[in-house]
């Protein structure tokens, strides 16, 4: 082979090589067809009623009223006037003139309160919201005045990142009866723009408690409305045996502030667990915005996620968990359930009914129980001793109260208990004692 040929042959070589490396290289810049697959494609449909589970939008939309109420109130008819869609305007002969003697009036400052909203997607930058809610007078302090119902309607120009209002609007009944608009884009006019609201867990928590407190300060056959159906019958079976709880913890229950919050998702519903800062607890199931049950506890109907992680437990933390139960059905009052945990010789010798156990747990220990783990051993096989020390959790007592209790463990999550109690009194009240001693003495 000549020297030409030679070259030539390497050069058709050097170029086949480096044109298989270009197709290798773009090949592994592909993403794989499977992870292509798992992309879902977001299809927006236009021209359909549909209720709105996005929680940002539904309160974006809600603080939208809140500022269109605001001028209400103020009766400042040029903000209004801007505020209110120009189809609305035209369809009922509205002026800045007259525009006062069209909408609603209010003589307090109003408290906006969404209920459902329906989301319809009319162009690509217009959306239209209708709201079913309440207002009341804002009045302050605990009192609350009467709701009336109120129906109206939010435009949002998603790409100008603007509002106006429809007053008195009533949801479509069906997708065939949506209004046809005629505005193409919403006109920045002043105070007529809007900022996305991001709703954390931990708000929409402490939003579902003190809707539900509102309830038991204003509508407690409403608030026991809300239980969850199968939690009611089991713990609160009649109205009147709800309230007398509700009546025994007082602002202890009325006034309740989340402490700590999880949330997962469960058959289709977000559930909230939160304990307060009495250490109440919450299981809060939100099938929809604003539409959930509530449970007042998590020992009356034992959650799989509880059922779980007691069976992975140690028999030390069992037991643990066991008198954190006990102390909270003392601490929700349902002493009836806590009596049935106690050991048959123990309630022999110590309690022969529920009113003794009552009387006792009432006269010896407090309203709200904080306990704290001292000591423990297991000399005696299939028995659990713990050392507690309990303080008042409201901080109206000084007092602290030892425990000893015996937990013995059965199958599953079933268990039994004995205690015995030593009452200590702090120095302070000690030294209050010997104080008085010593005035008498003089």
Known sequence: MNLKKWIYVVISIIIFLIITLIILLNLQKEPPKQEQDEYEEIVI???????????????????????????????????IYNLLSTDYIKNNGITMENVLSKIEKYNKPQIFSSKIVYEINNTTNISTYYIEGTVRDDIFGKQYSEETPIKIAVQLDKIKGTYAIIPNATVPASDNEIPEITITNIEPKGTNTYYSVNILDTQMASMYLKE???????????????????????????????????????????????????????????IYKIRDYYGNRYIIKEREILDYTIQLDDYTIE??????????????????????????????????????????NFKKNQFKTIDDFEKFVKTNLFLINDINYEEYNSNVVGLYVYRVNVTDMTEESEREVTLSIVVKLNEETDFTMSFSIEEKETVEEDDEEDEEDEEVEE
Do not use: H, W
């Open 303 to 344: 959650s799989a996620e509880f059922k779980e992680n007691y069976e992975q437990a140690n028999n030390r933390d069992k037991g643990i968990l066991n008198i954190d139960k006990f102390f909270e059905m003392l601490n929700m009052q349902d002493f009836e359930s806590a009596y049935e945990l106690l050991d048959s």
């Open 212 to 270: 539900f407190a509102k309830l038991l300060n204003t509508n407690v056959k409403e608030a026991y409305s809300k239980l969850e159906e199968d939690y009611k019958e089991k713990r609160f079976p009649t109205q009147s045996s709800f309230e007398a709880y509700i009546k025994s913890k007082g602002d202890y229950v009325l006034e309740p502030q989340a402490k700590t919050v999880s949330v997962s998702e469960e058959d289709q519903e977000t």
């Open 45 to 79: 449909e236009y021209g359909a009623i549909n209720r709105v589970k996005d929680k940002n939008i539904f309160f974006t939309v809600s603080s939208c009223v809140d500022k269109y109420l605001i001028e209400v109130v103020s009766q400042d008819a040029e903000n």
